[in-house]
């Protein structure tokens, strides 16, 4: 069988999303900060009249923290039944892989806290974390962004 992926850098890292939980990728726009809110959540947008909370991938990866610029960008994506804005360094390509590409991760470094990889795809001599995006966020994340985009509109 075969995947399409979209294809997203952050901290010189390859991440891949199914792309059927893609909505759109926007350039970044202006991000109202919510106080009280998630480390990682930056805040929400306002796109096509619609109030969007953003994430920044990187905080909730626990990645080394980068200011924003003008190759980053915000994947739109569908988690449950809301939408979530998911800022990363850039998105290079959507791709199509085959299954035969994907690795599972390593037991090694398989855990609780990994669950949201589902494996990871080499393709020439770039390795690409494929994520699933309903395991990026906990239940808890999930509601409290949930309140965050419903005070918000």
Do not use: C, W, Y
């Amino acid at each position: 069988m075969e995947h399409q992926i979209v294809v997203f850098s952050i901290d010189q890292e390859h991440f891949g999303l199914n792309i059927s939980a893609v909505e759109s990728i926007i350039k970044v726009l202006t991000i109202t900060k919510l106080p009280h809110s998630p480390r990682f959540v930056e805040g929400v947008t306002n796109l096509r009249g619609n109030v969007l909370p953003v994430v920044d991938l990187r905080k909730r990866l626990n990645l080394p923290l980068k200011e924003i610029d003008a190759s980053s960008r915000i994947i739109v994506v569908t988690v449950g039944a809301m939408e979530v804005g998911m800022i990363v360094d850039g998105v290079s390509e959507v791709m199509t892989v085959s299954d035969d590409l994907i690795s599972p991760l390593p037991a090694i470094v398989s855990t609780t806290k990994s669950s949201f990889i589902t494996g990871v795809v080499k393709v020439k001599d770039t390795l690409i974390i494929l994520l699933d995006l309903s395991q990026v966020l906990s239940a808890r994340e999930k509601t409290a962004l949930q309140k965050i985009s419903s005070v918000a509109t």
